[in-house]
């Protein structure tokens, strides 16, 4: 598998415990938060459980916006069982591959395959009904309401890497343009409320530029050292 490292201007008018590594949502990337970091932190009193869960939520994210933007997004009937498959075999592939970057093992090994996505994804988290109305109340209300939008947000970052993806299959979104992702999708629904959070963070996702003009990271597979 191979990655490089994503360049990219955002422009727009206007998410839980070993030895595993802890990373704040501010500072989570996929392309450097390891499949081995995932497998570690998935213990009932890991510390690095919460990372663990920002990982999951953003290569559910990833995915949505991966299938999306083909126009092959296909939502579950059966939540429970379809999200059990897909974290099932998140776990797989991370085993197999445990040195490699998450966004390696997504991108590379799990979105090219066909997947359901649940709709329901996280404390009752359902982007498939969640509106920018919604989202926009929410960041200044009570805390259930406030937590839901962090979630929301940190699922978007994920969806606008899975989107571009598809076109752009060897770039990273870093962490350091998550603020200018949010601050987009902010903008964007301050004058899209109605509009549902998986459709307004696809038009940001079109609005995300890039530069080609990256050098290719070395390849990385089983047993290799690199992050990517």
């Known amino acids: 598998m191979t990655l490089r490292k994503l360049v990219c201007l955002v ?54 916006g991966y299938y999306k933007t083909q126009g092959k997004l296909e939502m579950s009937t059966d ?55 919604q989202h926009l109340d929410g960041k200044n209300g009570a805390a259930a309401a406030a937590n839901k939008a962090d979630l929301a947000e940190f699922w978007a970052f994920g969806f606008v890497q899975g989107y571009k993806n598809v076109n752009f299959p060897d770039f990273e979104i870093g962490a350091e343009f998550r603020p200018a992702i949010t601050k987009s999708l902010l903008n964007a629904c301050a004058d899209r409320r109605d509009q549902l959070i998986m459709d307004v963070a696809a038009q940001v996702a079109d609005k995300v530029k890039i530069d080609p003009k990256v050098p290719k990271e070395k390849p990385v597979g089983r047993g290799s050292k690199g992050k990517r």
């Open 79 to 133: 939540d429970a069982a379809d999200m059990q498959a897909l974290d099932s075999t998140f776990v797989a592939t991370c085993s197999t591959y445990p040195t490699n970057s998450i966004f390696a093992v997504v991108a590379k090994a799990i979105a090219v395959q066909p997947h359901k996505m649940p709709n329901a994804i996280a404390r009752d988290f359902t982007p498939t009904t969640y509106t920018c109305g």
């Open 11 to 64: 422009v727009l008018a206007a998410m839980m415990l070993g030895g595993a590594a802890r990373v704040s949502a501010a500072d989570f990337s996929g392309g450097t938060f390891t499949c081995l970091d995932y497998t570690n932190g998935l213990g009932e009193n890991s510390a690095g459980r919460m990372s663990s869960n920002l990982a999951r939520l953003w290569m559910y994210g990833f995915l949505a």
